[in-house]
């Protein structure tokens, strides 16, 4: 009798706590789930405490779903389901529903992320004490784990393999076609490897492209292994130290382990070491020093295109025509180069014929001359330039000599803004996704705001005053349906093609307009299909 009154209580109870229990477990049942207005909670903790799941705010009100280590002093966020598209901070949520599909859903109801998974009820999710996030069936099969999708980091034991790769703004690291792991940089116009070094053979490098397995590991005691030879290992290597390896928004590819009595990370492997030697990083004209900190400028005759983001790089102050009697000058960047995207390569010809070769064709923007070996490389494209007492050559920038007015010469092209770019995220620009669908949000959160204020006003005006006229009813019905558009041809008659200018300010020329029609009757008559839609998140189950 007392076990089955036992059983009664604790069955109901059972239900319900999967739904309403989603803080500091490590595995969830279906019907789960985690809204982003609970972002201080966690969905998912690991059973050693090491790593957390939940939401993640990439920017204002953009939110993503990630893994991140609980004990840092700041947020590392280890993997993300989303992180190019982030959701809405209100509204949004993560479900595992009763298919077995784990899914992420915006505040509009459109799924941004899922599993894919469709193992019905029985299947669970967990937060392994790795950081793998897995999701299985009632048999215990894994059908989805995060770490076979990798964003921009490698745990420990999370193998990195032919078909995963990290990823971090235009950089990526990936096993190539010839077996051999990479890092690149591939920009909107232009894709250049930059690592293993390409002056040295692969064999020099010490790797090797016979191995197809493409298969490389960082186990726990900080030692990589990759199957194309790579092998490398942190400065504190070792059992008991946290650790991980990312690719950063400047190129560079570093293992980071834990201070656990400070909670902050320090960089205990890197693989490059002059950061001038990552491609692309000031961008397409940029000029990169390192001496001692990241420094890009323009080159001569070059300005910055986008004055807030060296990753656009720099354009041409002039135009060149090309005709056969424009005259150019040189201007001289000495210890410097720009690495590949040769038109021609001499050899023991002097200064004067290189300059002649570069003269001769059109698309020659600069040449690099070696005064000693009297190399002579003639440039197509200003990518990947440099300055580097260590190299003993200078590079010579190609200019139009009537150019304007304007000075070019030295270095900086663009005095007043700063050009030290190290570390921030945002300086790099690659903040640019996040930060425009906060913009975006923030807008849409204010508008939103002031609708319903005016609607809210409106509506407590129109109950308040039962006995108001017919035409102003009009108007808060106008209020209550939409805002009304109008049409340039309509526009067009009532201000009398715009005959009477009231006042210009910065959104443009204020024109006095006159409507004769009732607004009524635009309201209702013109734009069916502009009627307010009603967004229900979708259902999922
Ligand atoms: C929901 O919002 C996202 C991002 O703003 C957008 O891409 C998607 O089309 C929207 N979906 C619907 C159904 O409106
Ligand atoms: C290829 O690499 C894998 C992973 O590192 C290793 O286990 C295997 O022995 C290698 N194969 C050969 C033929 O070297
Ligand atoms: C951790 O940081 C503290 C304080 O900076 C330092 O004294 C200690 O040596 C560090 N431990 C390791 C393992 O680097
Ligand atoms: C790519 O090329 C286009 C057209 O030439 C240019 O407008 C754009 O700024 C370039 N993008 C970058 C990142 O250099
Ligand atoms: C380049 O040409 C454009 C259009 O032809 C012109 O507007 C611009 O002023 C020219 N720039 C220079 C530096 O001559
Ligand atoms: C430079 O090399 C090219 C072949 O790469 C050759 O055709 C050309 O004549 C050489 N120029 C001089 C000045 O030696």
């Not at 459109?110 to 392994?128: C, F």
């Not at 590819?253 to 950061?275: K, P």
């Amino acid at each position: 009798m007392g076990t089955f009154f036992f059983i009664l209580i604790i069955l109901p109870l059972l239900a319900v706590l999967p739904c309403s229990y989603a803080s500091a477990q490590s595995t969830l049942s279906t019907g789960s789930s985690l809204s982003v207005e609970e972002d201080s909670k966690t969905f998912l903790t690991s059973p050693r405490n090491e790593f957390s799941c939940g939401f993640y705010e990439s920017g204002g009100n953009a939110f993503s779903f990630s893994i991140w280590f609980t004990a840092t002093v700041e947020k590392t966020v280890v993997w993300s389901a989303n992180p190019k598209s982030p959701v809405n901070g209100h509204g949004s949520n993560v479900l595992l529903n009763h298919n077995g599909n784990l899914a992420l859903t915006d505040v509009n109801g459109t799924v941004t992320w899922d599993t894919g998974t469709r193992s019905g009820e029985g299947t669970v999710v967990s937060l392994l004490d790795t950081g793998n996030l897995i999701v299985r069936d009632s048999t215990g099969t894994i059908l989805w784990e995060s770490f076979s999708s990798p964003t921009d980091t490698l745990l420990p034991l999370q193998p990195l393999t032919k078909g995963t790769g990290l990823v971090s703004s235009y950089y990526s690291l990936y096993f190539d076609n010839d077996n051999v792991l990479r890092l690149m940089y591939d920009g909107p116009n232009i894709s250049s490897i930059y690592w293993p070094n390409l002056d040295n053979t692969l064999f020099e490098n010490g790797r090797t492209s016979y191995n197809s397995s493409r298969v490389a590991v960082l186990d726990t005691e900080g030692f990589f292994l990759s199957s194309d030879g790579l092998n490398f290992k942190a400065s504190d290597w070792g059992t008991g130290v946290k650790r991980r390896l990312t690719i950063g928004y400047d190129g560079n590819l570093r293992m980071y382990s834990l201070n656990a009595s400070t909670g902050s990370w320090i960089v205990s492997w890197e693989a490059i070491a002059d950061m001038c030697d990552v491609h692309g990083i000031c961008g397409q004209n940029g000029m990169c020093e390192y001496s001692p900190s990241l420094r890009c400028s323009c080159a001569p005759g070059y300005e910055m295109t986008d004055p807030q983001n060296w990753n656009k790089g720099c354009q041409p102050k002039f135009n060149k025509s090309c005709s056969k009697t424009e005259q150019f000058d040189f201007i001289k960047v000495p210890h410097s180069d720009c690495y590949g995207f040769d038109l021609s390569y001499n050899e023991s010809i002097t200064f004067a014929e290189c300059e002649r070769i570069c003269l001769d064709s059109c698309s020659c923007l600069a040449f690099t001359y070696k005064t000693g070996s009297a190399y002579c490389y003639t440039k197509a494209l200003l990518f990947n330039c440099y300055r580097s007492p260590n190299f003993l050559g200078d590079n010579y920038i190609k200019v139009p000599k009537n150019r304007g007015t304007s000075k070019q010469s030295g270095l900086t092209c663009n005095p007043g803004i700063p050009v030290v770019v190290q570390g921030s995220a945002s300086m790099y620009g690659m903040g640019d996704g996040n930060k425009s669908y906060t913009t975006y949000y923030i807008f849409a959160a204010i508008l939103g705001g002031l609708v319903l204020l005016f609607i809210g006003t409106s509506w407590s005006f129109l109950y308040s005053k039962p006995n108001i006229p017919k035409s102003m009813e009009a108007g808060y019905r106008m209020v209550m349906s939409q805002f009304r558009m109008f049409t340039y041809r309509e526009l067009t008659e009532a201000t009398g093609k715009f005959k009477e200018e009231i006042g210009r300010g910065a959104s443009g020329i204020v024109y006095r307009g006159v409507f004769d029609r009732p607004v009524d009757e635009h309201v209702r008559g013109d734009h069916p299909n502009r009627a307010p839609k009603y967004l229900r998140p979708q259902n999922l189950d």
